[in-house]
């Protein structure tokens, strides 16, 4: 089984398919899970200061023997540590957390705030070699104003995307910045419905797979970075054995019927607000 790999628009070269770590329970629930991963092949952990599972992250990191060149880790900066002076000493604390001496992919989690500050220390992160790539999550205000007065252009975007909302819009808009969309709710966060749609359930007998491995191996053909979070070993398994089969290109068309514009999750400038007012724990 060979997993894929995404160039990013700064030359490197990142698993495209990982763990992600969100709602789970930092220490032992963390610790294992990414264990788990590691053992079956997985080397792209996507994690955040947000959930408060970075220490647990580390320690997985650090107990699995593995090189630290051949793990990939992305976090993000939450918004009550935007600014420029004040997003540099929260990066420090997350190398702390994470055990290490670089972030693989730092992320702006939330576009409230002083975002541009941030994005400025990010860039200095990255010249003292603390951080080797930065991107954006859940950017779409300004989005066209925010890319001109950034230095470096985001590696990455990290959205909701799904075979429901395939995000189709946003990555005609940032392909030219050569950013890669990184696919959260993956699996529409579990949700039966979108697993049991007929068209996921036919495909799935035709290829031998679950309907989540042809959702998956839609994000792959799609050129999305993706990592589905489980803490359940068989799912963990099942994720990642994607690698030996392809969707034809009428088999994709048929997925594409799928899109619908259903998001499982909208903000407002209320929850936009309630962001900048939780501050997680150090
Ligand atoms: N940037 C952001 O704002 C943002 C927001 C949300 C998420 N994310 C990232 O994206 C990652 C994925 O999103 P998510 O965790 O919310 O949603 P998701 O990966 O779409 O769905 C996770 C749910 O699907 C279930 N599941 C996993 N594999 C399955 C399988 N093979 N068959 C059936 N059910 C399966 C999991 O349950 P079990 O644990 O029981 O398997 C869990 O309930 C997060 O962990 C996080 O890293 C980022």
Sequence with gaps: ???????????????????????????????????????????????????????????????????????WITTKVWP??????????????????????YIDLLLLHQQVGDYNGAWKDMEKAVAQGKVKSIGISNFKENLED?????????????????????????????????????????????????????????????????PAQIILRWHIEEKNSVFPKTTNPQHMKENFDIFDFSLSAEDMTKIATLNSGKRYFTDNLEQQQRFTKWKPAD
């Design 1 to 71: 089984m060979t997993q894929t790999y995404l160039t990013l628009n700064n030359g490197l070269k990142m698993p495209q398919f990982g763990l992600g770590v969100f709602l789970v329970p930092d220490g032992k629930a963390t610790i294992d899970a990414c264990l788990e991963a590691f053992k079956l092949g997985y080397r792209h952990i996507d994690t955040a200061h947000a959930y408060q599972n970075e220490r647990g992250v580390g320690e997985a990191l650090k107990q699995s023997g593995l090189k630290r060149e051949d793990v």
């Design 146 to 210: 925010f890319l001109a007065h950034a230095t470096i252009k985001p590696a990455a975007i990290q959205v909701e995307c799904h075979p429901y909302f395939p995000q189709t819009e946003l990555k005609k808009r940032m392909a030219e910045f050569g950013t890669v969309l990184e696919s959260w709710y993956p699996l529409g966060h579990g949700d039966a419905h979108l697993l049991n749609e007929p068209v996921l359930v036919e495909l799935a007998r035709k290829y031998a797979k679950t």
């Design 80 to 101: 009550t540590e935007y600014g420029e002076g004040k997003t540099l000493p929260a990066i420090d604390k997350m190398l702390k957390r994470l055990q290490t001496d």
